[in-house]
């Protein structure tokens, strides 16, 4: 009789660097930071992805602890990146962060 | 039988989560409005909730809803409406050739990436947690959080303190 093979772990880690490369081009090319940041929480959703595919595949619960952890640091990072937008809209009039050149040398 | 219809039936469910989760999260780059960027962010963290179901995660996914499309999505759109944002223009920067240069090093790093994912099945001891003993996902991940991992929980809920009192401070009005 014939099987229909289960998802291999490779698909779903390809998914997840696909995922990430399209952040990394995002968080590279947009001029808005609130869409830099919101490119940067899709990397960090693939590597979540990748972390709970291995540890279903390890059959370990070590993953998903860990991305429970990079969850609950993803949240803090929201909180004051968002609260340093508000106050450099209110300072600067922009978030375009081509515009925010002040530290640039 | 059976079973086949169950796999046959994860396969499509896989297959129509990544390309409509890969699909959202291009639209999530290319759109110049930010709030309908955030909106197709939902729906890529929504596919990807999915597919922790498919990893027999649900305590993941159900985290992933509640803290990702909810929590932090939302303090994002508020963000968004709070700023009055105009519509992205183009950088008055121009770098010869910059699309060539940019996409050719975007193609190199995908396919590196995916040569890593595809080189070497991964390799390790498993462990002793079986997809039957993840039935009971919250009761495993739970014991696990508050016996082994107790202590970085409890650093982890000081960052959060802190956070908080970050954001309130760099909010505040100047007096």
Known sequence: MWVVPTIPPALYLMLSGILFTIGVIGALTRRNAIVVFMCIELMLNAVNLTFITLSRFLQSVDGVIFAFFVMAVAAAEAAVGLAIFVMLYRSRETINVDEVNLLKW | MAENFGILFQWLLFMGMA?????????????????????????????????????????????????????????????????????????????????????????????????????????????????????????????????????????????????????????????
């Open chain 2, 19 to 175: 390309f409509v989760s890969i699909v959202a999260s291009i639209l999530v780059i290319t759109r110049k409005n930010p709030i309908h960027s955030a909106l197709f962010m939902v729906l890529t963290l929504l596919c990807v909730a999915v597919l922790y179901i498919l990893l027999h995660n649900p305590f993941i996914a159900i985290i992933q809803v509640i803290v990702y499309a909810g929590a932090i999505v939302m303090l994002i759109v508020f963000v968004i409406m709070l700023l009055d944002l105009e519509t992205e223009l183009r950088s008055k920067l121009k770098i010869v050739y910059s699309k060539v240069i940019g996409g050719f090093l975007a193609v190199l790093f995908l396919i590196g990436l995916l040569y890593v994912a595809v080189a070497k099945s991964p390799t390790g001891q498993t462990g002793s947690y079986t997809p039957e003993k993840m039935g009971t996902n919250v009761k495993t991940v739970g014991e696990s959080l508050f016996t082994t991992y107790l202590f970085p929980f409890e650093i982890v809920s000081i960052l959060l303190v802190a956070a908080i009192i970050g954001a309130v401070i760099l909010s505040k009005k100047r007096t």
